[in-house]
T-cell receptor, first 116, second 113 residues
């Protein structure tokens, strides 16, 4: 079974600084997708960034980037120039590849606090 | 604007009551999902549907039931609520391959007293 582990229940960062959230996963598959989701307090969970396992290049979306280490099964999220609006729960998620069902597996989340 | 809607956002109900949590999406997605989310725990899949008249149970055993009579609508029903059902319930949908991730609703926080 696939498992996703987020070992940091809570993290904090000073406004304008950089923070990295960790995620590891366990799989025997070679084709899969990885995601980071953001869930602000009492608000909708939204997709932050995604990575296809077959792509070696790390995904980037504005201030958000990932460090994808396929051999190590690691998928960390880096937030640069942190803003107050980045404060939220962040969930790492895994999905198996093509035509193997759509179920996502989520980690337990990391609560990010941004200090003004 | 395409989105996914859940109602109610908050619900406090007595033990033994029947409840239905509503979920609707305007994106025409075939695939829809219900997850249960507890603090400090990962999201657990309780039901999913790959299209009209298709429903399956997820990994987490649940006493709830679902139906999918229309593409846009995926309600979840608890016939007799119990305090153990207290949780947050998230509805999500995805396009066919799921490669682009889920779109989530805002969730329903259910408290059974």
């Amino acid at each position: 079974a696939q498992t996703v582990t987020q070992s940091q229940p809570e993290m904090s960062v000073q406004e304008a600084e950089t923070v990295t959230l960790s995620c590891t996963y366990d799989t025997s598959e070679s084709d899969y997708y990885l995601f980071w989701y953001k869930q602000p307090p009492s608000r909708q969970m939204i997709l932050v960034i995604r990575q296809e396992a077959y792509k070696q290049q790390n995904a980037t979306e504005n201030r958000f980037s990932v460090n994808f280490q396929k051999a190590a099964k690691s998928f960390s999220l880096k937030i640069s120039d942190s803003q107050l609006g980045d404060a939220a729960m962040y969930f790492c998620a895994y999905r198996r590849g093509w035509n193997t069902g759509n179920q996502f597996y989520f980690g337990t989340g990391t609560s990010l606090t941004v200090i003004p | 604007e395409a989105d996914i809607y859940q109602t109610p956002r908050y619900l406090v109900i007595g033990t033994g009551k029947k409840i239905t949590l509503e979920c609707s999406q305007t994106m025409g997605h075939d695939k829809m999902y219900w997850y249960q989310q507890d603090p400090g725990m990962e999201l657990h899949l309780i039901h999913y549907s790959y299209g009209v008249n298709s429903t399956e149970k997820g990994d987490l055993s649940s006493e709830s039931t679902v139906s999918r009579i229309r593409t846009e609508h995926f309600p979840l029903t608890l016939e007799s609520a119990r305090p153990s059902h207290t949780s947050q319930y998230l509805c999500a949908s995805s396009e066919g391959t799921g490669h682009y991730g889920y779109t989530f609703g805002s969730g329903t926080r259910l408290t059974v007293v």
